[in-house]
């Protein structure tokens, strides 16, 4: 609900506050007054076009802030916070300014936005309905969903089944496209998988070869080296057999051995020198031991050398292609296989889609003929309730339908697409509501509209500026009567000039402008049952003070008072 309106330095209007309420509210005041503004700062306010010539003459520029309280969980909450605003204690400050040199500027929450925000915001807070303003209800999609939600539970039903299956037929046809479309890529795929994986099993790979290979190699290529070094070593170890004397380090450990072993028991710490020289002399003996075998077991094998060589060749070759080790190649090919499996399974899965595709396709077909049947009654009983209402509106010789026709392609919400026709008199041909009528006959119409769709289209805040223009006597009493019914359901502000209109108001606000000519804080003024009642003289007789203006006066408040209780 949109809680109060500052305005300043636009048209009239110098610096004025509006605090609205819930209900009907309606702004009056003589020709001139500035409240023809009220409707031109809402306006800005949504995102409406900035046009500096309304600034007022001497001010920098034009500034509008409202304030507007919404519920706690709203789409407009989140869209704002999205953008980077905040509430404040529950309510959203929107402003809007625009200078004098024709810049615009706009914020949601505290934080700047683009005017654009604000008119998306507005389409779920408020309809403005004024000679020269884009209705909300012109547009095909909001009459389209307006209309499903007058139809109630029966559409809802059917709609939430098509909608679950659209978004399965939407997923299925997307994946079913990818994969027919991407045949080749992945035939092409699978044959290099296929390869791969049948190269590398006829390698007949074993987990660490290449690093067992690399040892190998490194061995046979150095065979007389290592058998050089291995005898030499054992020879220094245990002695030469083919030289006379030489010293050997076993026979060096023994003598050494031998000199402690006959002192040992005169010292314990000598003792334990004895007892290591006994173990190294033990280690000394398992090293030479364990050098002559291996210099006995090693050969020079060029066959070998080769053959070794050769296949770490061929590892060395599918490693470039598939890994850096054969543990990483072997690893590639277990992927590769799994890969492949879900190729060849591609085919499969082609078919399984299309024969769901064929049945949500079908599916679709039957909900989509019943959205349209819903459609199509609904759309008759809506255009006999508003064309019932524009005859009470001085419109007795216009007509609405509902034109709803069913294309060939699936949307989101069916096949349909709907518009609301006017025909303004008898002869006339059905046209878009916009070309059918003048602006005083479709703010009527709008207003018709709006009090069939109460309740069923969503929007907490309706404004209308001329919705009585044309019309006066009963027919201007019928206009009140429904605002205030339309009231019952949504907050409503009305800028007229009828006192029928204004007697239906659950508060009332007049601007007044001041001696400057200007409309400041104190010239909006919400006026009590007196003040209503001397306001509803002036607007009829053009005297507040008249006696006859005042019990006309009185006898409108108590018609209205009646016609709001019922």
């Given at each position: ?26 702004v ?49 909450t ?92 939407r ?89 402690l ?20 002399s ?5 090293i ?82 019943e ?9 008759e ?39 609301i ?56 009493v ?54 209503r ?11 507040e ?22």
């Amino acid at each position: 609900m949109l809680e109060e309106v500052r305005i300043k330095g636009l048209g009239v209007i110098d610096d004025a506050m509006l605090e609205l309420s819930p209900g009907l509210t309606v702004v009056t005041g003589e020709t001139g007054a500035g409240k023809t503004m009220v409707v031109t700062g809402l306006g800005l306010l949504f995102g409406g076009r900035a046009d500096p010539q309304r600034v007022r003459p001497g001010a920098e520029r034009a500034l509008v802030e409202g304030r507007i309280t919404l519920p706690e969980e709203s789409r407009v909450t989140e869209r704002v916070s999205e953008a980077g605003g905040e509430l404040d204690e529950g309510a959203l400050i929107l402003t809007r300014s625009v200078s004098a040199e024709g810049r615009s500027r706009a914020s949601a929450g505290g934080r700047s936005a683009p005017v654009s925000l604000l008119a998306s915001l507005a389409d779920d807070l408020v309809a403005t309905h004024g000679q020269s303003d884009q209705h909300r209800l012109l547009r095909t999609e909001r009459q389209r969903a307006a209309l499903d939600r007058y139809a109630g539970e029966a559409l809802t039903r059917t709609l939430n089944s098509y909608a679950a299956a659209y978004r399965r037929h939407r997923e299925v046809s997307e994946e079913l496209e990818e994969l027919t479309s991407r045949a080749r890529d992945r035939e092409q795929e699978a044959d290099m998988l296929r390869f791969g994986v049948e190269e590398i099993a006829d390698a007949e790979i074993t987990p660490g070869e290449d690093a067992e290979l690399l040892a190998e190699e490194n061995r046979l290529a150095h065979a007389d080296s290592l058998r050089v070094a291995a005898t030499t070593a054992n020879r220094a170890l245990t002695g030469d057999p083919d030289a006379d004397m030489q010293a050997d380090a076993v026979g060096l450990l023994a003598s050494a051995r031998h000199a402690l072993a006959a002192v040992r028991d005169h010292d314990t710490s000598l003792a334990s020198v004895t007892d290591r020289l006994d173990e190294a002399s033990h280690v000394l003996g398992d090293i030479a031991t364990e050098l002559a075998s291996y210099a006995d077991s090693i050969e020079a094998d060029p066959a070998r050398l080769a053959a070794v060589q050769e296949r770490r060749a061929h590892l060395a070759q599918l490693s470039r292609k598939y890994g850096e080790s054969s543990d990483d190649v072997l690893a590639w090919a277990e992927d590769a296989a799994k890969r492949l499996a879900e190729l060849e399974g591609d085919d499969e899965r082609i078919d399984e889609l299309r024969d769901e595709e064929e049945e949500l396709r079908s599916k679709l077909l039957e909900l989509a003929d019943e959205l349209t049947r819903i459609r199509t009654e609904t759309a008759e009983t809506f255009s006999a309730a508003v064309t019932e209402e524009l005859t009470a509106l001085a419109m007795p010789h216009a007509q609405v339908s509902v034109r709803v026709t069913a294309g060939d392609d699936f949307g989101p919400h069916g096949r349909d697409e709907v518009e609301i026709l006017l025909v303004a008199h008898p002869g006339a041909p059905p046209l878009p509501l916009h070309k059918g009528a003048s602006g005083g006959e479709l703010s009527r119409v709008m207003l018709a509209i709006e009090v069939v769709f109460a309740g069923a289209d969503p929007v907490p805040t309706f404004v209308f500026d001329e919705v009585d223009a044309g019309v006066g006597g009963k027919a201007a009493v019928e206009v009140g009567r429904r605002l205030a019914r339309l009231a019952r359901a949504a907050q409503v502000v009305v800028v007229t000039h009828l006192p029928q209109v204004a007697a239906f108001a659950d508060a009332h606000l007049v601007v007044e402008k001041s001696g400057a000519g200007t409309v400041t804080e104190s010239g909006v003024t919400r006026l009590d049952r007196a003040g209503r009642t001397r306001e509803l003289s002036r607007m009829l007789a053009g005297l507040e003070d008249s006696e006859l203006g005042q019990a006309h006066a009185e006898e409108l408040l108590t018609i209205a008072d009646t016609a709001r209780a019922s």
